[in-house]
């Protein structure tokens, strides 16, 4: 069983269209961070939310840390094919830092 | 240059072959990360330096051997590996270990075990 689950784990999508992805966890978490992955990048860190129920934003992107610090979401407002990647979590801890599977998420034109 | 930087990006080598990947920063943090990255799976941490000393080390097999010479560079020895240690091999570093500080990623050695 994976420390963080995400969900879902593929999604294809049109340009234009609202999505929402998730990062679950039975642990909680002192931080949680969003990074995203382009094929043949190294991940690239988007945010880190740190208090309960905390939402950030960046552009059309809206994160929310969960009340619990167990989960978060990740929304995408007009989706643009830049926005094709790989969307992983990672969960801190005691100084453990622990990763999600990721959601491959493809913006077609 | 600037930021992570890691060679070579594509590996290919025999089981019998001993093969070394390099990691580089140049953002003067002193905590640097070796990961392993396979399809469908989680980033999977394998070493932690901070300051070139090693703070972590999660159950990785010994035919990966990890070495820190200085708080820029970290290596990843490689010898006898087997076909399932075929993935993407990738180098952060981030200021401090721990705390969640945000890590830099290098784009990755890309690693096929024939």
């Known amino acids: 069983t994976q420390l963080l689950e995400q969900s879902p784990q593929f999604l294809s999508i049109q340009e234009g269209e609202n999505l929402t992805v998730y990062c679950n966890s039975s642990s909680v978490f002192s931080s949680l961070q969003w990074y995203r992955q382009e094929p043949g990048e190294g991940p690239v860190l988007l945010v880190t939310v740190v208090t309960g129920g905390e939402v950030k934003k960046l552009k059309r992107l809206t994160f929310q840390f969960g009340d619990a610090r167990k989960d978060s979401s990740l929304h995408i407002t007009a989706a643009q094919p830049g926005d094709t990647g790989l969307y992983l979590c990672a969960g801190e801890r005691l100084n453990d830092m622990r990763f999600g599977a990721g959601t491959r998420l493809t913006v077609k034109p | 240059e600037t930021g992570v930087t890691q060679t070579p990006r594509h590996l290919v080598m025999g089981m019998t072959n001993k093969k070394s990947l390099k990691c580089e920063q140049h953002l003067g943090h002193n905590a640097m990360y070796w990961y392993k990255q396979s399809a469908k799976k989680p980033l999977e941490l394998m070493f932690v330096y901070s300051l070139e000393e090693r703070v972590e080390n999660n159950s990785v097999p010994s035919r990966f051997s990890p070495e820190c010479p200085n708080s820029s560079h970290l290596f990843l020895h490689l010898h006898t590996l087997q076909p399932e240690d075929s993935a993407l091999y990738l180098c952060?570093?981030?200021?401090?270990w721990g705390r969640g500080y945000e890590q830099y990623f290098g784009p990755g050695t890309r690693l096929t075990v024939t």
């Open positions: 952060a570093s981030s200021q401090d």
